[in-house]
């Protein structure tokens, strides 16, 4: 009899032969979750077999989304992303949980043997990232962080117009931290009834973070994103984004600022090389702004897609759409999963960015003036900022 095979095997116009596909596995499913999931499927060499999430509505409609795609319903869900892990037919995994998770997802997934596209901010403490680095290291694996604005042509333009010497010897540049977050150091919401665990895994939602009673409202970005024991408030927020395009315009992607002050509800830092950064509120047209300053020269862009720079004639004309789609950073991504390249937003590169956040966050709350050294990546003769470098991990979870 003959052997007949089926035509997914071989690929076809919409999906890679199996030897050339990456099977992957997404933990995370809230909104930005269901999002990037969605890029990553629109790339032929990518399928997804397996979702995972604590909430049970959020696993429904993310194995919804795989298998309307795959045209079939096989997407496993899981509860514990653990099991995700432990399938040895997993090439990658795409993490977007809430930002608690990000560095110990990360450093788990790399121990499975697992790529990994992770969502920003790569970290909540400084320490973290710095084991993300080394665990990426140790076990040769692709890390991109979702820092995907260094792929996008206006953020890219900027950068160049810097890189190239075209606005003279750069001496300030500015990065936007958002507004209307509220950093919250000690907040407990009050005990309500906790829901089944399929409904709700609250303990594993937890995670590392310092265990609290069961609140609705607690697992909402409303209240997470704004506390310290689960994310870093704005400047970790939009700042990931807009401190990593400021150090790729001063090519300190390896370093950090070795000084920081506030100023107003400003915060101030100074490089090496001289040139300072203002970390500022929002400015511009649109959302995750960054301004560049030389001694000839400046540029501005945003989210909006629009660049002013001067001397004007720098731009030609030029003009871009707007909006922050990661799909040539998932490219980008996939493309290094094949090749066993280095991603743009690689773990050194985002470790450094994201403690750029880290320092600037320990000098808001401490109100003051602090020196940090990156060789060592502890502040100088300052005890009581060191503190803040790392946070405690709740039982079991260590990094």
């Known amino acids: 009899m003959p052997n007949f095979i089926e035509s997914s ?25 269901q999002h990037v999931t969605q890029v990553f499927m629109s790339n032929k060499d990518v399928q997804f077999v ?23 319903s096989d997407c496993a869900t899981y509860i514990d992303f653990r099991e995700l892990l432990d399938r040895k037919d997993i090439d990658a995994v795409l993490i977007a949980t809430g930002d608690n998770w990000h560095s110990l997802a990360s450093i788990m997934a790399a121990r499975a043997g697992k790529d990994m596209y992770c969502e920003k901010p790569m970290s909540v403490a400084l320490t973290e990232s710095r084991e993300v680095v ?28 810097v890189h190239q010497g075209m606005l003279g010897k750069l001496h300030t540049i500015h990065a936007e931290t958002s507004e209307g977050f509220v950093d919250t150091y000690d907040t407990v919401l009050e005990a309500e009834p906790e829901p089944p665990r399929e409904e709700m895994a609250w303990d594993l939602w937890l995670g590392p973070a310092l265990w609290r009673p069961y609140n609705r409202n607690t697992p909402t970005r409303g209240f997470w994103s704004a506390h310290q024991d689960f994310s870093g408030g704005s400047i970790t927020e939009w700042g990931t984004h807009t401190v990593d395009l400021c150090q ?18 400003q915060i101030h830092a100074r490089y090496a090389n001289g040139v300072k950064l203002v970390l500022r509120r929002s400015f511009g047209q649109g959302s995750c702004a ?23 004639h720098l731009l030609g004309g030029q003009v871009f759409p707007g909006g922050y789609s990661p799909a040539n950073h998932v490219r980008e991504f996939l493309d290094c999963v094949h090749s066993r390249g280095v991603p743009t937003s690689n773990a ?17 709350r401490l109100g003051r003036p602090v020196k940090f050294d990156p060789t060592t990546e502890r502040f100088v003769n300052d005890p009581e900022a060191d503190r803040f470098l790392s946070r405690a991990y709740r039982e079991p979870w260590r990094l």
């Open 50 to 72: 397996a979702a995972c999430d604590v909430q049970k509505s959020s696993r429904e409609r993310g194995k919804a989304i795989i298998d309307e795609k795959n045209g079939n």
């Open 348 to 364: 050194e590169v985002a470790h450094r960015a994201i403690s750029v956040c880290h320092v600037a966050n320990i000098c808001r």
């Open 134 to 161: 080394k665990t990426m290291a140790r076990y040769g694996r692709v890390y991109q962080c979702g820092t995907q604005r260094r792929n996008i042509d206006n953020f890219r333009l900027a950068a160049g117009f």
């Open 9 to 33: 095997v071989l690929g076809n116009a919409t999906s890679a032969a199996a030897n050339d596909r990456i099977t992957m596995g997404v933990i995370g499913l809230g909104g930005r979750g």
């Open 248 to 265: 790729w315009a001063n090519e300190s992607d390896d370093t950090l600022p070795l000084e920081y002050w506030p100023e107003g509800d």
């Open 290 to 312: 960054v301004r560049y300053e030389g001694e000839e020269g400046w540029v501005e862009t945003d989210d909006s897609g629009k660049v002013v720079v001067e001397p004007a």
